[in-house]
């Protein structure tokens, strides 16, 4: 799941994470919003946005022009639906916490920020050990082959 974890309560982010675990499947959640003052502050800009692009977006409509231009509410909603993402997005000790209360013992996670100079990326990757366990047998015979 990209950018949309956020979009659930702690409930239901724990049943999703849980029916992952159930059906024996890896999980994937990675968000690009975040709870600090700069990712905050950024949404102002990409709240801009609209007022740049809008011309160019097809089919053209003169309501579009009016919802943008002359009221500009395109513009308010691009900032509100980003401070809003920013608020709700889970911090890694937030995720740990949901991760900790869900009946998986044979599944690993990873849970943590990645900033390497970009947009940092908090992520949590679930998996079961078995992976793991398959993943290096395989890797054991195909050194073995070679």
């Avoid at 908090?122 to 398959?134: D, F, K, M, N, S």
């Amino acid at each position: 799941m990209f950018t949309s974890f956020h979009h659930f309560s702690p409930e239901e982010a724990r049943a999703i994470l849980q029916n992952a675990v159930d059906a024996g499947e890896g999980i994937g959640i990675f968000e690009i919003t975040r709870r600090a003052p700069l990712t905050i502050g950024l949404m102002f800009p990409w709240a801009l946005m609209p007022f740049a692009c809008t011309p160019w977006i097809r089919p053209f409509r003169w309501s579009r022009l009016l919802w943008t231009y002359l009221i500009p509410v395109i513009p308010l909603v691009f900032l509100f639906d980003g401070v809003v993402s920013c608020l709700r997005t889970y911090r890694p000790a937030e995720l740990r916490e949901i991760v900790d209360k869900l009946t998986a013992s044979e599944y690993q996670w990873e849970i943590g920020e990645l900033a390497d100079g970009r947009v940092p990326v908090t992520y949590l990757i679930g998996y079961p050990r078995a992976y793991v366990a398959e993943s290096h047998s395989m890797k054991a015979t195909l050194r073995s082959d070679n």
